[in-house]
């Protein structure tokens, strides 16, 4: 049922056929002639399956326990066929089973022969060929089967002395945890992990159902033209959500290059779920325990099909490779596991973000939705697709020319699945109406990958430069730029750091701006402007100086140019620490005698320090959120890393040095979350004036904390953390560059001191 691939019979594997022969003449004659070919289905890697043919053209499937030394109780294709056998008259679809036999005299090992039926093995859970109702279709199927295997009543079947019920779990891991040590090829720390955790953290309940142990797309037969399940094998006595658990693996791990979601068609985790629970009248469980179960007991067999390919028995020619995926998937269900702690739960708390402890701040429940389909967007999604972003971006002059096709992928899953424009504040009568507070949730969670902000249209500038527009720009400009924007069609960049002065002093900027009748013209030098390289980059929001005798805070004012303008010349992209950030990038631009409409003025004359203030607050907000993500995952790397890697005798994360680096990290975190979320309440209770003091504050804590946390994890690595291998050294990038983004540090502590100073020193000045 692994693949409908055929295959000569391997080396190893042959059956004797007169042996054969003679016993199914003697035990079941009415439904055998004797055979005369005999092939190999290519997958599988637990029990041998064979096609027969006998001289009527009948065809038959064998299914056996492979050859040599097995681990104790494991390959119970007995078991198989009983279960099978008593589920003939019910609702579940199963093949009918035609002989057991337990002489392992006849060819080897016992075996039993049941029906070859017609129909497709789709190996690919993600059904590329399929259109999304058909997906929609086979994936309600499997969970209407599953539904149904474990709503069987066992006992009534006859099946009530066999297996053992109750206590499930606790004998499963202690089974595998046996298996996986007696099969043990290397050293898998997350491993360990679980082993240790799982016994500790099972959830109340002791069902016990007949449950089908390998239960995902490839393990069961599709009807050859509809899309409904027509066959599946089945296995064992379990609890139920031992099968629920293992079926949803696919959602967390891309076994074909992706996992399952935001493909069309396919229905979410949450959605299969809870479909499967309302068919068996259950309530919706937490699933990170079945999942970490499930994986940790996936990695054990994995473990078992490298020993066996070791000592030359398995059963597929691939055995190898798959054995290999033992670290992969003990990985994800040790990541699953420590999810399972304070940071499970769905609410703004003080640990890890998202947390179960009592509230701090209140967050509704629809953006508490939100941030679990968020969160896993960014986790099942967004991160895997990283590396093929990257290898999408061209080389040469083509960098600048072309965007990564997978970003579009992306953004159009995103759309579909509710996650776009998030940023909006809510008093936009066209956003999703999320408050600053709710949304700086979310932008942490955004901030985990480089690319993901922009897959949800919640990338900078972008953002801050349809908020001016929204608050600012005219209903010509809103139609012409922000509603494009807004679509994802077009993007952005913001004018404003000079090469000849001290721009963070915005009162030194140089760039004229002259009135001419009925419009401006531009001249002037920029640089580090960032998204200028991107070839879908339409329109720029300028600041420069229309008046230089005004006030000094109105002399300043912000200009829509379209970056299609004649006289605008982009001179070179800017790296930042050797990164070019291609096709973003951070371009250095002349504007020569640019001329643009007056009414591309925004607000008016000498109002650019006004719109500059309205659009930074909540801005360093969504900057200072994304870099405590950062600074989460960072974080996450250490660890992993600390575990998995020894020096001088024993594993970094029993180094008394990285004990301490791990434990300053979490503390700056959670100081850094704490103090931005109060900015972000704050904003949304009193305003962003009144706030001003605490936004200043967060821009000076943040970068500075995600540098540090970055830095020690690339510390943790070695060489590697500087390497391309790792996220480590472009987030250090990004996380020191933003230490001069809306102003350096050095400004915003001055602007601190003043405010704090200033009850102590009456009418003076300093």
Known sequence: ???????????????????????????????????????????????????????????????????????????????????????????????????????????GTPFFVMEHINGRVLSDPTLPTFTPRERTAIYHSMI??????????????????????????????SRWSRQYKSSETQTIPDMNFLMEWLPKNIPPGDETTIVHGDFRLENMMVHPTEPRVIALLIG???????????TCIPYHIPMFGSTLCGIAGIPTEEEYVSRYCKLVQMKMPNMNFYLS?????????FQGVMKRHQQGNASSSNAGSVGQLASLFAGKGAELARKCG????????????????????????RAQSVLKKLRAFVDDIVIPNESIFVSQIRQGEDRWKFYPEIMEEMKEQAKAAGLWNLWLPKEAEFGPGFTNLEYASMAEIMGRSHIAPEVFNCSAPDTGNMEVLYRYGTKEQQEKYLKPLLEGKIRSCFGMTEPAVASSDARNIETNIRKDGDRYVINGRK????????????????????????????????????????????????????FDDAPHGHMEITFTNVVVPAENILLGEGRGFEIAQGRLGPGRIHHCMRLIGLSERALQEMCTRSVSR???????????????????????????????????????????????????????????MACRVVDRAMQVHGAMGMSQDTFLAHAYAGARSLRFADGPDEVHRLAIARMELKPYLGNSRL
């Open 342 to 365: 304070p940071q499970n739960s769905i609410k703004v708390a003080a640990c890890g973000g998202i947390g179960d402890s009592d509230d701090i701040f209140t967050i509704s429940k």
């Open 293 to 301: 179960f499930s994986l940790f007991r996936s990695a054990a067999i």
């Open 236 to 246: 064992n006595f379990r609890h139920p959500f031992a099968d629920l658990g293992y």
């Open 1 to 107: 049922f692994c693949s409908m691939t055929l295959i000569s019979v391997r080396s190893g594997h042959e059956l004797p056929l007169d042996n054969l022969n003679q016993y199914l003449s003697a035990a079941c004659s009415q439904f055998f002639s004797p055979i005369v070919e005999i092939k190999q289905y290519e997958g599988g890697q637990s029990n041998p399956t064979y096609f027969l043919k006998d001289s009527r053209q009948n065809q038959f499937v064998l299914r056996k326990k492979p050859p040599g030394k097995l681990l104790a109780s494991a390959h119970q294709v007995e078991r198989e066929y009983r279960i099978m056998n008593a589920l003939k008259n019910t609702a579940v679809p199963v093949p009918q089973c035609y002989c057991l036999c337990t002489d392992e005299s006849v060819i």
């Open 527 to 578: 640089w580090y402007i960032s998204g200028a390289g991107d070839p879908r980059c339409k329109i720029c929001i300028l600041m420069g100086k229309t008046d230089s005798n005004a006030q000094a805070y109105r002399q300043q004012s912000m200009i829509l140019v379209p970056m299609d303008t004649e006289g605008i010349s982009i001179v070179r992209p800017c790296n930042v620490l050797g």
């Open 646 to 704: 020894i020096a001088f005798g024993k594993h970094l994360a029993r180094q008394g040095t990285i004990q301490a680096d791990i434990a300053n990290s979490r503390i700056e975190i959670e100081q850094c979350r704490l103090l931005t979320l109060k900015a972000a309440h704050m904003i949304d209770t009193v305003g962003a004036k009144e706030a001003r003091g605490i936004i200043a504050m967060i821009k000076v804590a943040a970068p500075s």
């Open 144 to 173: 209407n089967v599953l539904a149904d295997l474990h709503s069987i009543q066992w006992a009534k079947i006859n099946l009530e002395d066999f297996g053992r019920q109750g206590n499930y779990f606790n004998r499963q891991i």
